[in-house]
């Protein structure tokens, strides 16, 4: 495993808390500059000060987004490629749940845009960069719950019926398609493309429910939850280590190769889903998607 990132650039969404958090500590700690993407500015740089208190020659930069918004996350990618040439490391990793259905700024149901759609257009936007960085490295962080979801193509934003883990289920299998569909688009780049299931981790994830749910999820975490540090171990392993450079369109689970779904294989499937959202991001906000 190579532990040496210096001269290295990492960008992590959702790095102020949980296996983000962790991840981006580990990435500083082993010499990257560490960009953290967050919507909350005096999170971000708490997280921030710590990291550089914890690690005297850490380098970490802070971008603050709005995953709920597609203009925000276009904003994002601009403002990180107008500071830095080169992304050798993009960890995807934002995300949660909501136990009440709700809408973004785009009128979008907020788990598939904050989980999914955010990172589809962040991904695309930042993909000359990570060409120009190569051989170069995405990472989505998805969950072992894909294997409930189904791409539901004419109720893909839950109108018709709402659950959070129905929701959320299809959101992370969304997810596992962008990372098959991607990894093929990017074949000969030098990019590689990996999704991973971090296990059931213990951390603020379901800070978005209310009542039941959030009591009843909460326990489950608090009883068979594994660590953040634990967590956290395959985003860092996926983006550090010498042992899967070229490792490409691979789903890992405690820093392995498993097998996703039967579903989350369907290569059509997944061309229906990135052109779908292609006219969603063009709708909402007039960008093109083209790789």
């Not at 009591?215 to 042992?243: D, M, N, P, R, W």
Request: a positive charge; hydrophobic letters at 40%; glycine letters at 6%.
């Amino acid at each position: 495993m190579n532990n040496n990132l210096k001269e290295k650039v990492c960008l992590v969404t959702g790095a102020t808390s949980g296996i983000g958090k962790v991840t981006a500590q580990e990435l500083a700690r082993m010499g990257a500059t560490v960009v953290i993407l967050c919507r909350n500015r005096t999170k971000g740089e708490a997280v921030k000060s710590e990291i550089e208190k914890a690690y005297h020659d850490a380098k970490v930069d802070l971008i603050v987004a709005d995953l709920e918004s597609l203009k925000d996350v276009r904003r994002a990618a601009n403002e990180f490629k107008s500071k830095y040439s080169g992304l050798n490391v993009l960890i995807n990793n934002a995300g949660g749940v909501n136990n009440k259905r709700r809408l973004t700024t785009d009128r979008l149901e907020t788990t598939f845009e904050a989980n999914y759609l955010s990172h589809f257009l962040f991904t695309s936007l930042l993909l000359d960069t990570l060409k120009a960085s190569a051989p170069s490295r995405i990472i989505n962080v998805s969950s072992g719950i894909h294997i409930q979801g189904k791409i539901i193509f004419e109720d893909l934003q839950t109108e018709q019926r709402y659950s959070w883990m129905s929701s959320y289920a299809q959101a992370k299998l969304a997810q596992i398609y962008f990372t098959y569909e991607l990894a093929d688009r990017l074949s000969g780049t030098g990019i590689t493309v990996n999704v991973l299931h971090p296990g059931l981790v213990s951390s603020n994830f379901n800070s978005h429910t209310k009542g039941i749910v959030h009591v009843i999820s909460g326990l489950v975490f608090a009883v068979a939850g594994i660590s953040v540090e634990e967590g956290a171990k395959t985003s860092v392993y996926l983006a550090s280590s010498s042992e899967v450079e070229g490792v490409t369109r691979k789903y890992f689970y405690k820093c392995m190769e498993k097998e996703s779904s039967r579903l989350s294989h369907d290569k059509e499937v997944g061309r229906r889903l990135w052109k779908v959202s292609e006219e969603m991001i063009q709708e909402k906000i007039g960008v093109e998607i083209s790789h």
